[in-house]
Each structure stands twice: as structure tokens, then as C-alpha cells.
């Protein structure tokens, strides 16, 4: 059974920083693609970023590039997602995902078969 446990939201003001962490057992975690999505009650769920098995491909939505980071330590079970210089509009559920098919990092959540409880990410203005 794959558990992933999201970590690390909170509130905070605009323009500040929250650095989410997802921790993940039950499966070999170094050979899948990992991702964070959002979702809120003025969006559906939508891609913020991804990594490939190795850490060595990522994907942003552009919404996110230059802000946010993801990375991962394979020797942990653990992805990261560095939000920094956070916008209200960040206001969200942030999910990461495992892709139990895929080691290359996908924008798509289609490719991702199992899924965290979330986290809430809130910036205030």
C-alpha cells in the first residue's frame, strides 16, 4: 500500500516562503516520476510541478517557474516543493502524486496513481 503524507502548509504573507515536503513508503520510491497539483475552491485541480526518477528532469506550470523549486531525496522517500515569493492566487490544497507508471516528470495527472491527503497553503495579502 503507498502512503504519501504531505507536510509544511500554513499561512503566510505575500511574497514570504513555505517549503512543503511529502514523504512517501510502500513502493520502490527512486524509479517514479513524483509531482505536486493544487486545487482550490476557485480552481480545479492543475499542475504545479514535477520530477523524474532521478531528479534530473523537471516540469513547472508557468504560473510557478522562477518561484517555486521542486526536488527530492531519493535516500529519504521525499520530494520537496520551495514556494517562495508567494502570491494570494497560490491559495490552495497542495497534493503530491507518485506515478506509478512513469519515471519521467509529467505535467499530466492522468499519469499519477497514487495521490497525498493534502496540505493547505494559504497567503494572505
Known amino acids: 500500500q503507498v502512503r504519501l503524507v504531505e507536510s509544511g502548509g500554513g499561512l503566510v504573507q505575500a511574497g514570504g516562503s513555505l517549503r512543503l515536503s511529502c514523504a512517501a513508503s510502500?513502493?520502490?520510491?527512486?524509479?517514479?516520476?513524483m509531482g505536486w497539483f493544487c486545487e482550490s475552491q476557485e480552481k480545479e485541480r492543475e499542475f504545479v510541478a514535477a520530477?523524474?526518477?532521478?531528479?534530473?528532469?523537471?516540469q513547472y506550470a508557468n504560473s510557478v517557474k522562477g518561484r517555486f523549486t521542486i526536488s527530492r531525496d531519493n535516500a529519504k522517500n521525499t520530494i520537496y516543493l520551495q514556494m517562495n515569493n508567494l502570491r494570494p492566487e497560490d491559495t490552495a490544497v497542495y497534493y503530491c502524486?507518485?506515478?506509478?507508471?512513469?519515471?519521467?516528470?509529467?505535467?499530466?495527472?492522468?499519469?499519477?496513481?497514487?495521490w497525498g491527503q493534502g496540505t493547505q497553503v494559504t497567503v494572505s495579502s
Open positions: 510502500g513502493r520502490t520510491f527512486n524509479i517514479y516520476a
Open positions: 520530477i523524474g526518477a532521478t531528479g534530473d528532469s523537471t
Open positions: 502524486a507518485l506515478g506509478g507508471g512513469t519515471n519521467v516528470a509529467s505535467v499530466e495527472d492522468n499519469d499519477y496513481n497514487y
